[in-house]
């Protein structure tokens, strides 16, 4: 698209909060405990937190409009996203490091390292 110098621009829209009836009309499984707690939970954060739909497309058209990428309807509830999924990576790092010293010093490493060089000889 540069190269043809169409005006082209695009952005990334990441709603949060906004009230529309998604839990009210939305097919679920009402068997489910876990999923009808959820679905009344993220509902009630809905109409505490949420923007009317009017709200929401005047942020998303004025984000689009200053050429920004990123457009949030809630900026502070993606960063408080965004840092509990790296609270939880940097945690899976250190599990993961966990787990491979554990794997590292374990006998059963040692044996199978010790058979496949006897293969490779």
């Known amino acids: 698209m540069q190269i043809k110098g169409a ?7 990441l709603p949060a909060q906004v009230a529309t009836r998604i ?13 009808e707690r959820q679905r009344e939970m993220m509902h009630a954060m809905v109409l505490q937190m949420g923007l009317t ?6 942020v998303i058209l004025e984000g689009i409009a200053s ?6 309807t809630h900026p502070e509830t ?13 945690g899976e790092k250190e599990r993961y490091q966990t787990a491979l010293e554990n794997l590292l010093r374990s006998p059963a ?13």
Do not use: C, L
């Not at 839990?23 to 999923?35: C, G, H, I, Q, Y």
């Not at 739909?53 to 005047?58: K, N, T, V």
């Not at 050429?67 to 949030?72: D, K, L, S």
């Open 7 to 13: 005006p082209i621009h695009v952005s990334a829209v």
């Open 23 to 35: 839990f009210e009309d939305a097919p679920t499984d009402r068997k489910s405990s876990f999923v």
């Open 53 to 58: 739909p009017m709200q929401a497309g005047e």
């Open 67 to 72: 050429g920004a990428f990123w457009v949030f």
């Open 78 to 90: 993606t960063a408080e996203i965004a840092q509990g999924r790296a609270d939880y990576f940097a």
């Open 109 to 121: 490493y040692a044996r199978q390292i010790a058979m496949n060089g006897k293969r490779q000889a």
